[in-house]
């Protein structure tokens, strides 16, 4: 993490002397999954930039802030359980009780919006409705803004909070980064990654409902490598992940492609993406990472909202999520959000089952040649500069 400004001495001027609402020390609070901390930094960068010598926390889960790796924008992270013990709750009042001049809460639970009260005087959060049984949260918040789960992405969602601030907003998702991470990869990559076309493809994501056909890779595999394209498998830590892609890439023999799945940070994941030809995977961080990295990007959503939760182009500023809900082919700047075929896509829910470990109907009999032709699309586009 970067070193506090507090410490090093840095206050050159009187925190936030020109923004309405001034704070020396502010916590911001995305207690998310992983993919969703991504989303945060839109924000995190808008208060960075009206705080420029404040001390700016995040607080996170556990072992969820890998995408804030490297970012220059916050002095510290702090980590709680996702469900904390009697003992957890006492380590986190003593690294937040009263340090804070500011709260921000990202997310319309209780426990956000508790810890914003307990943290800082001044709170500005997210709340889940007008009903009676959430005006505590915005009698705690004293300044708020209303979720909205149907019509408002996530990134936008956010910015919200920084216009409760009265200050201007920052609309780029900001990758992580790890030093060393270009030498890291040239000992784990076996050809050259800056003088070989390669494409990643990503194709475990964490729930079941979100999966498809291992068939489904195969074909593209194979067909990305008639095109004479290197192919890297990625993945997480997870062992049932990480036999997954095993299982994958042992089944594509004798195509010469390459297994990194548990093997990099997402620090070290973004540095390679950045000389990807293209990127394919399903709704999942790894292909939000993508998206921010300015890659071409093939996101293949089923049950998901896309206007909610679709991958942010690079580059983009305005306020209107890119898609729409329904639309099987959807392309805006260097992503292309194809979704699964049936009449139902998206549901909104977990799956035909209504668990995270469900089938999707739409994704099981999405043909591989539809997958094919939305990478082929972006193949044949010119290559992308990226910074």
């Known amino acids: 993490m970067p070193q506090s400004r507090e410490r090093s001495g840095e206050w050159r001027r009187d925190p936030g002397r020109d923004v309405k609402y001034p704070a020396r020390r502010i916590l911001l609070i995305a207690t998310r999954q992983i993919g969703d901390v991504l989303l945060v930094t839109p924000l995190l960068?808008?208060?960075?930039?009206?705080?420029?010598?404040?001390?700016?926390?995040?607080?996170?889960y556990r072992r969820m802030g890998g995408m804030l790796e490297g970012n220059p924008d916050l002095d510290m992270?702090?980590?709680?359980?996702?469900?904390?013990?009697?003992?957890?709750?006492?380590?986190?009042?003593?690294?937040?009780?009263?340090?804070?001049?500011?709260?921000?809460?990202?997310?319309?639970?209780?426990?956000?919006?508790?810890?914003?009260?307990?943290?800082a005087p001044r709170r500005v959060c997210i709340v889940p409705d007008l009903s009676w049984r959430a005006c505590w949260k915005r009698w705690l918040a004293r300044r708020?803004?209303?979720?909205d789960n149907l019509d408002t992405h996530t990134v936008i969602q956010n910015l919200k909070l920084a216009d409760?601030?009265?200050?201007?907003?920052?609309?780029?998702?900001?990758p992580p980064g790890q030093p060393g991470a270009e030498e890291r990869l040239e000992g784990l990559v076996p050809f050259s990654r800056h003088t070989e076309p390669h494409v990643l493809i990503h194709p475990f994501p964490m729930w079941r409902y979100k999966r498809l056909p291992v068939d489904t890779w195969k074909k593209l595999a194979i067909h990305l490598d008639r095109r004479g394209l290197r192919v890297i498998f990625s993945g997480g830590p997870a062992a049932h992940e990480r036999a997954y892609v095993q299982d994958l890439v042992q089944s594509l023999a004798?195509?010469?492609?390459?297994?990194?799945?548990?093997?990099?940070?997402?620090?070290?994941?973004?540095?390679?993406?950045?000389?990807?030809?293209?990127?394919v995977g399903p709704d999942t961080a790894a292909t939000h990472l993508a998206a921010a990295c300015g890659v071409p990007t093939v996101a293949i959503y089923g049950p998901t909202n896309?206007?909610?939760?679709?991958?942010w182009p690079a580059g983009r500023c305005v306020e209107q999520s890119p898609y729409t809900h329904v639309g099987s082919w959807q392309h805006f700047g260097n992503v292309l959000l194809l979704q699964g075929i049936a009449e139902c896509v998206p549901c909104y829910q977990e799956g035909c089952e209504r668990h995270k470990n469900s089938y999707s109907f739409c994704l099981d009999q999405l043909p591989?040649?539809?997958?094919?032709?939305?990478?082929?699309?972006?193949?044949?586009?010119?290559i992308p500069s990226v910074a």
């Not at 997310?107 to 810890?115: A, H, I, K």
């Not at 492609?257 to 994941?269: H, I, K, P, T, W």
């Not at 591989?368 to 010119?382: G, N, T």
């Open 45 to 60: 960068r808008s208060v960075r930039r009206a705080y420029s010598a404040s001390r700016i926390d995040v607080l996170v």
């Open 77 to 119: 992270m702090i980590e709680v359980d996702e469900h904390p013990n009697r003992d957890a709750y006492r380590a986190l009042l003593r690294q937040i009780l009263r340090r804070y001049d500011l709260a921000i809460s990202t997310l319309p639970g209780d426990r956000p919006s508790v810890y914003a009260f307990l943290a």
């Open 144 to 147: 708020w803004t209303l979720l």
């Open 164 to 174: 409760l601030l009265e200050i201007p907003r920052c609309y780029q998702v900001v």
């Open 254 to 279: 004798p195509v010469p492609v390459v297994d990194l799945a548990g093997q990099l940070s997402f620090g070290e994941l973004a540095e390679l993406l950045k000389s990807c030809r293209c990127y």
């Open 306 to 311: 896309p206007v909610k939760w679709g991958p």
């Open 368 to 382: 591989a040649a539809r997958v094919i032709a939305a990478v082929d699309s972006l193949l044949a586009e010119p």
